[in-house]
DNA sequence: TTAGGGTTAG
């Protein structure tokens, strides 16, 4: 028990700065036993922990930790947390449970106390309690390193620092140097300046570590009058520089950064400011960061000594411009690589849309011997989200586990995303609901994936908990909820929050949000209100508003408007295929095909070739493509007869194929014979054939599916007695027993 | 004790 009480003992020193109180602790013997007849296991599910459950005090705790171990991590503990919650048992009546668990996930995960502050842990078990021990003050160790567990690679508690803070100050304990300067950095990264400049304020010897941090800070708030003053009262070292531009990097100060840029360089002769190094890395970054892709790579050909930083540096800025070609040269003449320059090219492949290279990457570098890190994890798991990839994604989420990584936000986020655009938004909510701790991206995933899935009450559902819960909306959060309110047809919702963005949240809606309201407004047939919006815009429109506003005629057959918009974006956007495809789509559904052929003449006369219409489907592990008209799959012949079989059984049903989707001017057994040549159908029918009994078919196409497959697919899934879930370049469709859950909005 | 290279959401 000697190693037990140890971890009690350091247990209470935490515990008495977490809580800032006296707790009464009354440690119980007899822990040994069961921990040694543990120490191997770590099936911490198993029947068990239910009987260990019913066992007090220390006995319980000694083998809750000793299950977690080799490989303690987030998942484990919160499983174990929630089985507690669902047996109705709580912490009240054993505080010491509790220490030891956060005691433990704390030591070996080190980000649990942000974790239990936002669940309200704290007050749970300790009120009421009788305060026995008095904390006394410790020494400059150990709040040195209490405040290093304040920080984390995500996250900054700043409500522990705050408590350690206060404990410095009831203690009589008087803090110095770098304790203070620790102190200022985490108030400043939770967004306190004001408490930090107090505490800064409030220092004898305010040294350039201090200055450093409050410039920075200064400067990304944007108040750069305080930030020179504090600035100007001390030499500055590189670190100030280098911080400086890097606040300015991610505020987005493309001046000012530029600014500090062309002081630098008048300065360069200066003999004292050696550091051209860090602060030219920091410079790649912020052009980078600002799309200034060219600035950043000439900044990297004039650097005299680089070093890995700024190959990286310079890696990321190609990826970020979705130049790939040359990140992928690049990255092949790299001499030196490591961990983050592969994340930095996997990831980049997949935001790229190259999903494919992004999972060869990721193998290339295990079988290189390099073992992958979360992050090198999330990007594989895009490059499924990408491709579609089920199969591949799923192995990764079991790899993911193995690898020790299931508490990973990055990751986890990546795999919210991977199962709601692979078709299985359930397991997306799931995960979701499961992670031990979430944060906004995680929020606006789940949200985006609902309303993907014409889930849109869902999404305002969640949405709204989100509220509730108290994490405010970002940028992001108002794309997803007013693309899901779109999708679904709430109109009166989506105008609601798109007033609420600059109203209740001080966010100034950007042209892709006014994008989003002018397609809620067009779906729904409210053409004069998207106009006024247009109207009311503090921005002359762009390209994406006239598309959503084509689009919304397309579906209405507005044909008045909808020219006026595409003579817009042929202004705008000459190259587009999609405005020529969808003139001419509106002019043949209205069966004017003199005016469709003209729009497909201008096309052709510009050089402007349409995007061929793809489909594909995962089947054991492989992904089998399929073209409009496609005689390349080895296959498609049996497909064809498949259909037309299908077919002849569809039309006992009711199903009649909808001609005003063939696009070209032919008879009528033409037209219908053209519609079974739709790559979507042609896929769907694969599944059919080759996917077990039962299974769901999951198609994706890179363009929107067609209104006759749309059709189709119902009476299909009815025949079949199957789910199809088809996901096109917008949204997903669910097709069981004769309905799409899109309800034909779309 | 401060700074410079990465990730996930649209």
Known sequence: MRCLGEHFCKLLIMLSIVEEKYIQFEPKAGGGNLLRM??????????????????????????????????????????????????????????????????????????????????????????????????????TNHYASKLQLCHSRSSVSFSLARTVHAHMISSGFKARGHILNRLIDIYCKSSKLILARKLFDEIPHQDVVARTTLVATYCASGDLKTAREIACKCILDGFTYTGVISACANAGLFQIGKQVHAYLLRTEANPTLDYSLSVNNALITFYSKCGKIDEARDIFNQMQVRDLVSWNAILSAYVSGGRIEEAQSHFRNMRDRNLLTWNVMISGLAQNGFGEEGLKLFNKMKLEGLEPCDYAFAGAITSCSVLGSLDNGRQLHAQLVRFGFEASLSAGNALITMYARCGVVEAADCLFNTMPSVDSVSWNAMIAALGQHGRGAQAVELYERMLKEGILPDRITFLTILSACSHAGLVEDGRRYFDSMHKLYGIAPGEDHYARVIDLLCRAGRFSEALDVIESMPFKPGAPIWEALLAGCRIHGNMDLGIQAAERLFEMIPQHDGTYVLLSNMYAALGKWDDAAKIRKLMRDRGIKKEPGCSWIEVENKVHVFFVDD??????????????????????????????????????????????????????????????RGATIRVFKNLRICGDCHNAFKFMSKVAGREIVVRDGKRFHHFRNGECSCSDYW
């Open 38 to 139: 543990f120490s191997t296991s770590t099936l911490y599910n198993k029947p068990y922990l239910i009987e260990a459950i019913k066992k007090p005090g220390a006995t319980w705790a000694a083998q809750l930790v000793e299950f977690t171990i080799p490989k303690p991590n987030m998942l484990s503990i919160h499983s174990i947390l929630q089985k507690i919650f669902i047996k109705g048992l709580s912490f009240e009546n054993h505080p010491q449970w509790f220490f030891f668990l956060m005691f433990r996930m704390t030591r070996s995960c080190g980000y649990f106390i942000p974790y239990f502050y936002g669940k309200g842990f704290n007050s749970h078990y300790v009120k009421g309690k009788k305060c026995l021990l008095k904390i006394k003050p410790v020494s």
């Open 631 to 692: 005689t390349m799959h080895p296959e498609v012949q049996a497909v064809y007869n498949y259909l037309q079989e299908m077919v002849l059984k569809m039309r006992k049903l009711g199903y009649v194929p909808d001609t005003k989707f063939v696009l070209h001017d032919l008879e009528s057994h033409q037209k219908e014979y053209a519609l079974t040549t739709h790559s979507e159908k042609l896929a769907v029918v694969f599944g059919l054939m080759k996917l077990p």
